[in-house]
């Protein structure tokens, strides 16, 4: 059972191996997911120490399953861009400069640049989520804007 706090979030305890552990959600199905988060990442070996594409690919298997298939794709190529610039490095060490090198790789297509940011935050939401990381490098990290033409009116 699920208790209110006064932020409005809920609070759910459970124990693993041992260790209590506090969860924290909007709602119900958000506490139950992450429950589920925590087991998957402890019984399949996820640590501070666990690399990027790892955790990437963990970050995938939780997220995908409930999305469009067009959306899968998205997901799947700006992860895939990711890894490739920080997918051998531990996924607690990695900083914000590195991210943003890893970024402005791809500045010259804004569009996929910021899909790679929006998935970049995501991964590093769960990972803290997790506790598996204390620091989310793509926090202050801006979009670039686009310029998608001007939009004239056909009639006036």
Same mark, same amino acid.
């Given at each position: +059972? ?26 119900? /199905? ?58 051998? +490095? ?22 996929? /640049? ?43």
């Amino acid at each position: +059972m699920s208790t209110k706090r006064a932020d409005g979030r809920l609070q759910k305890s459970v124990t693993i191996d041992g260790e209590r552990i506090f969860v924290y959600g909007h709602n119900e /199905r958000e506490i139950r997911d992450k429950i589920d988060q925590l087991y998957n990442a402890k019984y399949r070996g996820i640590t501070p120490d666990t690399l990027f594409r790892d955790y990437a690919a963990h970050w995938l298997d939780v997220t995908l399953p409930d999305k469009a298939i067009n959306t899968q794709i998205g997901y799947k190529r700006a992860v895939k861009h990711l890894i490739e610039e920080l997918g051998d +490095m531990p996924i607690a060490d990695i900083k914000r400069s590195q991210l943003e090198k890893a970024l402005n790789n791809h500045s010259d297509k804004p569009t996929s /640049r910021n899909q790679m940011l929006l998935r970049a935050r995501a991964i590093f939401n769960l990972a803290i989520d997790a506790e598996i990381s204390t620091y989310d490098p793509a926090l202050n990290i801006k979009h670039l804007k686009t310029d998608h033409g001007s939009r004239d009116r056909l009639t006036p």
